[in-house]
């Protein structure tokens, strides 16, 4: 890594997802103790927090830069992300979906590819190809998935072109962090992260450790009640 790198976490829930809790003051307490840099707020099916929260860091005199994202669901229930967006993602479509985000700009990154119930990837690898000639992104460690999901991202390394990133996933304060991408400083955040995902500039992938035999993480029943 160059001698100046970002702490990056590109997926990441509020209270503004119908399964997320975290506030504002507790991420902004939560990133500041882990030393994050940057923060994706990609939050299943709106943008009103990645919004909210984007506006909010300088006055609450944080240097946390905030990148809005979202994480939308498609008409088959899989899951794609959508980062530096300025509008929310309309289409259910896959292929409109990723013309949508391309058309403000966006990057297109794949979550949790092979998770059973909402892996974009999970019934085969034919959607790889409307990301072709892309530059884009598939979460090649998610801290939700279990090991075998995330051994079948490893995979994709040989298989396809797209840039792996890591994930937390996280939708409360413990969650923050599980994994961070430390990419090297380009001048400015978004030419920063460009540059992982072209491939033009060094990165790496820092994750949680896993057992070889663990399952899929559950979203803390307890702590929802």
């Known amino acids: 890594m160059s001698?100046?790198?970002?702490?990056?976490?590109?997926?990441?829930?509020?209270?503004?997802?119908?399964?997320?809790?975290m506030s504002f003051d507790s991420l902004l307490r939560t990133a500041r103790k882990i030393g994050l840099s940057a923060l994706a707020i990609t939050d299943h099916d709106t943008m009103d927090g990645a919004f909210e929260f984007q506006r909010r860091p300088q006055s609450a005199g944080s240097n946390l830069e905030i990148?809005?994202?979202?994480?939308?669901?498609?008409?088959?229930?899989?899951?794609?992300?959508?980062?530096?967006?300025?509008?929310?993602?309309?289409?259910?479509?896959?292929?409109?979906?990723?013309?949508?985000?391309?058309?403000q700009g966006g990057l297109c990154l794949i979550p949790h590819p092979f998770r059973r119930k909402d892996g974009l990837l999970r019934n085969g690898l034919e959607p790889l190809g409307f990301?072709?000639?892309?530059?884009?992104?598939?979460e090649l460690f998610s801290a939700k998935c279990s090991a075998e999901e995330n051994r079948r991202a490893e995979e994709l390394l040989t298989q396809s072109t797209l840039t792996p990133f890591g994930g937390s996933d996280a939708h409360y304060e413990c969650d923050l962090g599980e994994s961070i991408?430390?990419?090297?400083?380009?001048?400015?955040?978004?030419?920063?992260?460009?540059g992982m995902f072209e491939r033009r500039a060094p990165f790496r992938i820092l994750g949680k450790h896993q057992r070889s035999h663990e399952g899929e993480r559950s979203y803390a029943p307890l702590y929802y009640r």
Do not use: M, Y
Request: glycine share 10%; net charge negative.
């Open 131 to 138: 990301f072709e000639r892309r530059s884009a992104g598939f």
């Open 181 to 194: 991408n430390q990419v090297s400083w380009q001048g400015d955040l978004r030419s920063s992260i460009q």
């Open 67 to 103: 990148i809005a994202g979202e994480e939308k669901t498609l008409s088959d229930g899989s899951h794609l992300i959508g980062l530096f967006l300025r509008r929310p993602i309309v289409s259910g479509d896959l292929r409109k979906a990723i013309g949508e985000i391309e058309a």
């Open 3 to 21: 001698p100046r790198c970002l702490d990056v976490e590109f997926h990441c829930h509020t209270h503004h997802s119908h399964d997320g809790l």
